[in-house]
C-alpha cells in the first residue's frame, strides 16, 4: 500500500529557525529512505 502525507502550514517558520528545519527533515528523509520504511520517487 502507498500513500502521500502533505502538509500546509499555518504559521511561517521564523527565519532563524527555518534552516534547522530544514536540515532536520533532511536527516529524517536520509533515516526512513535508508531503512526502506520510505520510498522516494
Given at each position: 500500500?502507498?500513500f502521500?502525507?502533505?502538509?500546509?502550514?499555518k504559521?511561517v517558520?521564523?527565519?532563524?529557525?527555518?534552516?534547522?528545519?530544514f536540515d532536520?527533515?533532511l536527516?529524517?528523509g536520509k533515516?526512513?529512505s535508508?531503512?526502506?520504511?520510505m520510498?522516494?520517487s
Open positions: 500500500m502507498r502521500l502525507v502533505t502538509m500546509k502550514s504559521h517558520a521564523p527565519p532563524e529557525v527555518t534552516l534547522g528545519l532536520a527533515a536527516a529524517w533515516r526512513y535508508a531503512s526502506k520504511k520510498e522516494q
